[in-house]
């Protein structure tokens, strides 16, 4: 039963494509229609979404809403195309329908006023950043994004922060584009040069998000992170998503739904493959902003 605090319900529906955009190599954007994520879907929360015709997979796949238009009821989803599920939904044409529930998943928060927001993505983990780079814009906060791939060819999403606002911080393991290197680089090099304070955003791989998380708390600045687990459900009945979460007030770690109380985690309650427990880290890094 819902209580007045409780967000509204996800929405089931059959969506409409409405729009498709191919982008280079494995990656599409897709529009469709659904009224209630495009009108309530924050940056941070995903679809469970599978195209309407297939019978293989069976079951839908989790997708960060990338962006949302709310006076054509429309959102848009960047895909990369890894195997039957991603390829279904790309391979879907105009009007062709998908089955979709959203908006599911607790989303980012703001950072505080003062606050610059560093936004880390490794590959498709840029979606959730368009959304995320709007809603800091409105929010009149200073926001930074740092995007990495293994190729230039894996950062297609480079077009929606054409305007600045956010500057765009490339890097690539090959060094075809932007800095040569891992993305925490120029993380790293821009946290010891700020001039004030930040709060980490990231989305993408998990060593990523492990590095992310370990950077952050050297240098005593909280982060939140999108976890990126299996998930076959999206709501917290199948409980595929587990992922083993301490937060301050638990004396050990337990296992959590991240398609429910996440994808998004504040890092120091993540408990990463290899560690036993998160509360050293988190006493470690007190953090100073
Ligand atoms: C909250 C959340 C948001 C996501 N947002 C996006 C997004 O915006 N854009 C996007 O392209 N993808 C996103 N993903 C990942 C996407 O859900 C998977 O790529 C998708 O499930 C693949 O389905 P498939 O049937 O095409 O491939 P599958 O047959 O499920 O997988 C094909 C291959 O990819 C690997 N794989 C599958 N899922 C993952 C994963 N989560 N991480 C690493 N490897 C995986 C499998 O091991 C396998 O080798 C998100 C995942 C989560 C949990
Ligand atoms: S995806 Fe089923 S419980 Fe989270």
């Not at 819902?2 to 059959?14: F, G, H, I, L, Q």
């Not at 409105?138 to 995007?147: I, K, L």
């Not at 959590?256 to 890092?267: I, L, N, Y």
Request: hydrophobic residues 40%; proline residues 9%.
């Amino acid at each position: 039963m819902p209580t007045a605090t409780s967000p509204p319900a996800p929405v089931n529906r059959d969506v409409p494509l409405v729009g498709r955009q191919a982008l280079e190599g494995p990656y599409v954007l897709l529009t469709f229609r659904h009224p209630e994520v495009a009108g309530r879907a924050r940056a941070g929360q995903f679809v469970m979404i599978k195209a309407g015709t297939v019978a293989e997979p069976l079951l839908r796949r989790p997708f960060s809403v990338m962006s949302v238009t709310p006076r054509d009821d429309t959102f848009t989803l960047f895909l990369k195309v890894v195997g039957p599920g991603s390829r279904a939904l790309a391979d879907l044409r105009s009007a062709d329908t998908a089955g979709c529930l959203g908006p599911l998943g607790r989303p980012f928060t703001l950072p505080p006023e003062d606050h610059e927001a560093l936004l880390v993505a490794g590959g498709y983990g840029i979606a959730p950043f368009v959304l995320f780079s709007e809603e800091l814009r409105r929010a009149g906060r200073r926001s930074r994004v740092f995007y990495g791939g293994r190729t230039a060819a894996d950062l297609q999403l480079r077009a929606p922060f054409d305007s600045g606002e956010a500057p765009l911080a490339c890097s690539t393991e090959d060094g075809s584009l932007g800095h040569c290197g891992r993305v925490t680089e120029p993380l790293s090099t821009h946290l010891d040069r700020r001039g004030g304070p930040a709060t980490i955003y990231a989305c993408g791989p998990d060593a990523m998000l492990h590095a992310v998380a370990a950077l952050a708390a050297e240098r005593g600045v909280s982060a939140q992170v999108s976890l990126d687990p299996w998930m076959g459900c999206g709501v917290g009945t199948c409980l595929g998503c587990v992922v083993r979460i301490q937060r301050s007030e638990d004396p050990r770690a337990k296992y959590r739904c991240a398609c429910t109380e996440g994808p998004v985690f504040d890092s120091r309650d993540v408990l990463w493959p290899g560690e036993v427990s998160s509360r050293a880290r988190r006493e470690s890094a007190a953090v100073r902003g």
